[in-house]
Each structure stands twice: as C-alpha cells, then as structure tokens.
DNA sequence: TAGCGTCCATCTGTATACTGTATAAAAGAT
DNA sequence: ATCTTTTATACAGTATACAGATGGACGCTA
C-alpha cells in the first residue's frame, strides 16, 4: 500500500529499485538479521509487486554484497566474519588513504568549512542520541567531502560500497559499545591536518583513524561469534 | 584432486549464468564493442532463451562493470575512456602490491615451481600466436599464484574483477600496438625478486610493471579517441 | 523553415503461469 | 534401528504475455 503510493510519487524509479531501496535499508538497520533467508514470494506479497522485481533487486544487493544469491536455494543476508570485517577495513585504510592523497593538494577553504559543517551536525546528531541513520550518513559525508577533490569516481564508488557494507556493524558498534567516542577528536585532528596539507600525515592519521575502529569492531564480533557458538 | 572436485560439481547451471557467459566473452574478445546497445529480445532469441534471464545476465555484467544498464533505455557495453583506465591500472597495482606483500612470505617453493610453469606456457602461448582468450588466462593465472597464500579473498576478488575488465583492452594493446614484448623478462624478474623474498622490491616491482602497461594501453586509447573524434 | 505536439513503432519493465530443482518426510531394505 | 530409496512439497528458475516508457516520424501551425 505505502510501496504504491511511492511510486505515484517518485514515478521515474522502476519497482526494483525501490524493493532494492527497501530491502537494502531493511538489512543495514538489522531488521533482516544476518543469515536469515530472503524468500521471493514473500517479499513479493509484502511489497505488493511480482517475483521478478524482487529477484532484479536481490541481484544487485548480491553485487553491493549485502546478499548471498544460491542457485535453487533463494538468496539470504550475508553473515560477515570477523576475518572478512578485517579485511573489508583494511581495503577501506588503502583506498581511501589514497583518495585522500589525491584530493588533498586540491582542497579549498570552502571545502573545509563544509567539512567542519558536517562534523558539527554529526557530532549534534550522536549528543541526540540520534544512533541510527543520521550519524552513519553524516560521518560518511564528512569523510567523502575530503576525497571529493580525488577525481577518482571508480576508487569512491568502491569506497562507498565498502562503507554501505560495513555501516551495519558500525551502528551495531555505536549501539552496543557505546563506542566510537573518540571519533569526534580524530575528525577534528584529521581535519586540521589535511587544512595544514600535512599529506602524509593526514593519510597515516587516516588509517589509523580507520584501523581503530576495526578494531574496536572485531573484538565485539569475535565477541558475539563466541556467544553463538 | 581437481579432477574429482570437477566431477563432484555436476552443477547444473541456471540459463542466466549461461548467458552470462557467453556475453562476458563476446565483450571481452571484442565481438561487442564499446558502446553497442545489447537488445534483450534479440539476445533471447539468438540464444534460445526468453528474455528473462538475458537480463538477469545483464544486471550481473552491470556489477562486473562490463555493461552500462539504464532504465528504459536498455543496455550497452561500457565504455572505458583513457582517464578510467588510468584509474583502474592504478587500483590494481595498489591492491596486487597489497596482496603479494600478504602472500610472499608465506609462498612455498611448490608455489613458485607452479609460478614458473605457468609462466613457459604463457610464453609458449604468446610465441604459437594465440593472442586470444589463453594469453589472458595464464597471465592472471600467474599472477594469482604469487597472490595465493594472501587470504584476502575480497581483495583478490576485486583485483579479479579489474583484470577481467581490463583484459579487452589488454588484448587490444597486444593485437595492434604488436605489445608487452617486454612483459615476459618482467615477469621473470618479478618471480625472481619474489623468491629471494625481497617484498618491498617485488612490490615495487610490480607495481612499476602494472603501471607500464597501463602506459602503454592509455597511449593507444588515447589515440583512438584521437581517431574516432 | 523552425518549432511544437501527436502518434506510432520499438523496446524495456513487470505480472502471471508453468517447469524444474532441492530437501524434507515417508516408505522400504538391510 | 540405521541407512537407502521414494515421494511430496516448497521454492527457485524461466517462459509467455501484457503494460508502460522512449524516441523518432509525421503533420500541423506560425
């Protein structure tokens, strides 16, 4: 019901991207659990459209990696492994130490100030309690505005999807480790690094900034994997 | 050992991943070319499908970067420009330099025995003139080798990915630019640093290797952009 | 002739219906 | 009682059919 009358509204998107919309929201929020099977017909019905635009959408969350898709046997949400968040993490230190080399030298001042606009609301956003999209979107935001000056579109749309993938277990993070308290100061030093185009001190800060929330991440997997076992 | 994993997988393959192959391969030898609009009715019928899988093959090219898919307008063939390709060499040697950094320590000799081998069937490949699908297979082939004791399995996907996009116009640069005549001594070179376990030099190495080809391919696309503008 | 709206051909997007596979439950054999 | 083999069922894969979007040809007006 609600799914129809989105679509008169927003009438240039296809009924797979919107069930993709939906489907994708539904996993990082954590209402579809890890694991948990995917069945077509039923989404289906819960969407109020035909099989077809919920395989198309199940498709392309295979590829965003969100989704396992087994032949004969229905797609279900991935399960990620503390090894695979190490690695996912480490791929981000990387890729995105190297956007922010090449955006850095180009940055302007009007960069920065968006960029501390940005870590203003975010900061706001956590003071309010405010654990659930908002504080993903703006830190993800913040870190982007840095790299915006790359000029590598293929680099950043991997980076996005790496920050799509992991956004679950951040929040899962926030959430249950009350954590990530410290991240308001490493954005401010890392932005003043990056005003005083120190690069290579920005970039080390950056994956250290990185690598620290990997961390903080896969104790509180390996954690969890424990209490499943 | 593969023989019986081979005979175990007595996969039954979906119409979609058919397909899908088989559209992967007119890509990548070049029998689609850049830019060309792929009809799902037409593709259905020259393979005896309907067009239901012919797009599900589709989405899934779209996520291999192959195919370019928008709404209402169908699909085309990606095309690359020299600034993507720039790009895309520059992820490789960032993440192939990263995966023999994690693999080289731990590579046995065997690994570099099987490293040699497929390096004599490359050459004997390249010198019998088979510019086609073999070349390209062996030559990652190596490479992955060297890669193999990684576990960076998502790395090693993504680097997997770019090299297969990239293939085309790897084959295209040997093809016309009569090219890569240097790649067998780097090659050798690089398989010798390995071995003596020198990791900052091999990766070094390697990564002056990717990025020489990378040269050179941008070159020549460069000047059929020249051409075709 | 240029510009605009209408209509039509063509293609994509989606629903419905049918086919085939995997798996769990039931029946049979050892 | 355990292990096969069979059967049943639920689900995914695919074909067919229909609905909707797009872009261009055509004629109309100024």
Redesign the pocket.
Known sequence: MQLIESIMAI??K???QLVAEVLREKILTGEFKSGS?????ALAEEL??????V??ALLQLEAEGLVN?E?????TVTEVSASQVDEIFDLRALLEAELLRHSLEKLTEDDFQSAEVLLQELEAAMAAGDTQAATGHLNSAFHGKLYSRAERPQTRELVEQFSKNSERYVRMHILLAGGLNTAPEEHRELLKLCRAKQVDAACDYLIRHITGAKEDIKKLLIKMEEQSA
């Open positions: 009438e240039h296809t009924r797979t099977p995917l069945r077509q017909a109020n459209v035909s099989r077809i635009p395989r198309e898709f032949a004969h046997k229905g797609a």
